[in-house]
Structures are given as structure tokens and as C-alpha cells.
T-cell receptor, first 114, second 112 residues
Framework: DAGVTQSPTHLIKTRGQQVTLRCSPK?????VSWYQQALGQGPQFIFQ???????QRGNFPDRFSGHQFPNYSSELNVNALLLGDSALYLC?????????????FGSGTRLTVV | GNSVTQMEGPVTLSEEAFLTINCTYT??????LFWYVQYPGEGLQLLLK?????DKGSNKGFEATYRKETTSFHLEKGSVQVSDSAVYFC???????????FGKGTRLHILP
């Protein structure tokens, strides 16, 4: 049973560019949450998707947007990249109604903005 | 502000030493509490959890007890190994929020 899969694993972008990160949730999960982990910091909640809609959002600017597809997979898009967007981006999946028992993290995408 | 506070690292210990990493939380209500571990270059792995007061989570020799009276969830291990070197994150979860809030992490170095 595959866990949470994220792609790509590493990415280098230039300031001002746009990036798309992808996440496939664990089988049986329908909710996807995205986190940003800056170097030396704990993961910070970006937003969460369920039924193809953004359900809640952390304190991140509108440059960060997302999408969820009918198969529950999700994308995170970041526009107008800044150097400060360099971080490890983690995706977590869970099942609505019983999130506590299945919150599973992927290995992350490491984004470097130069 | 951050509702999970854990001791700052790095923490450096010799192999077989006793480990404590302190964690306190703030929350309205009764959160579930977790410790996650992150090995170099990897994502997050759930180490242990506790869902109600006085519960003790345990895994791989690590333990943490949910203390409602002190709003704490300190991580302990009686005899650490070099392979325990990693970053440890304390975290909380509220059903009504449906998201996990993390502390800033504590880097642990174990010397042989």
C-alpha cells in the first residue's frame, strides 16, 4: 500500500518564476494538507483540500494556491517566487471524519529559489 | 503565536545517556499530542501519540505522557543510540481544526 507520494523530490527555480508541486494521497484518504518547512523550523500549515475545495488556510499570501482533483491528488502552486520560499514542502493526507488515525506525511519536495 | 513550545536545540548526548526533550502546548479544549521525528534528508515520521490526559505514547524505547495539569508532553528515552540522531517535533491536533500544529523542532546529536 503506497503511502503519500510527492513529486518532484528536488527543484531549483529562479526568483519570479512559478512552480507546481504534486501530491498523491495514501489509498483511502480524501483530504490533503500542505505544509512549508523552512530550514531549521517546524512545518507551517499552508492549506487543506477536501472535495476539491480549499477548506482552510494558514497565514500564507495569495501567491500560494492549490487544487485537488477528483482522484484526491493535489497540486500546490506558488507564483512570483521569492528567495524566502525556499523550503521543504510537505504534503499530508488523511480521511475526513477520522483524520487523527491516518494523518500521513510524504517525504516532501525541496524547493530552492535562486 | 505558536501553540506548541519545545526546548531549543541542539541537544548533544553520549550514547546510552538519558534523554528528555520538553514540550508544552496551549489549546482551548483537549488536543491530541504527537511526537514526530525527521531524519536527515527525509520527511516526517510519526514517533508516538497520545489522545487524552494521562495517556502514555511509546515507540522504539521513546515515551511521552500527556499531562493536562501542566499542559506538557515531554519526550523521554532511557538509553539513546547514535541512530536516534534526528530532529524531533512536538505537535498538537484538534478535531475542530483538522490540522496539525508543530513546534519548531529540537535537533538531537548522539555521540558514540
Amino acid at each position: 500500500d503506497a503511502g503519500v507520494t510527492q513529486s518532484p523530490t528536488h527543484l531549483i527555480k529562479t526568483r519570479g518564476q512559478q512552480v507546481t508541486l504534486r501530491c498523491s494521497p495514501k489509498s483511502g484518504h480524501d483530504t490533503v494538507s500542505w505544509y512549508q518547512q523552512a530550514l531549521g523550523q517546524g512545518p507551517q500549515f499552508i492549506f487543506q483540500y477536501y472535495e476539491e475545495e480549499e477548506r482552510q488556510r494558514g497565514n500564507f499570501p495569495d501567491r500560494f494556491s492549490g487544487h485537488q482533483f477528483p482522484n484526491y491528488s493535489s497540486e500546490l502552486n506558488v507564483n512570483a517566487l521569492l528567495l524566502g520560499d525556499s523550503a521543504l514542502y510537505l504534503c499530508a493526507s488523511s480521511r475526513r471524519g477520522s483524520p487523527l488515525y491516518g494523518y500521513t506525511f510524504g517525504s516532501g519536495t525541496r524547493l530552492t529559489v535562486v | 503565536g505558536n501553540s506548541v513550545t519545545q526546548m531549543e536545540g541542539p541537544v548533544t548526548l553520549s550514547e546510552e545517556a538519558f534523554l528528555t526533550i520538553n514540550c508544552t502546548y496551549t489549546a482551548t479544549g483537549y488536543p491530541s499530542l504527537f511526537w514526530y521525528v525527521q531524519y536527515p534528508g527525509e520527511g516526517l515520521q510519526l514517533l508516538l501519540k497520545a489522545t487524552k490526559a494521562d495517556d502514555k505514547g511509546s515507540n522504539k524505547g521513546f515515551e511521552a505522557t500527556y499531562r493536562k495539569e501542566t499542559t506538557s508532553f515531554h519526550l523521554e528515552k532511557g538509553s539513546v543510540q547514535v541512530s536516534d540522531s534526528a530532529v524531533y517535533f512536538c505537535a498538537r491536533f484538534m478535531n475542530r481544526d483538522d490540522k496539525i500544529i508543530f513546534g519548531k523542532g529540537t535537533r538531537l546529536h548522539i555521540l558514540p
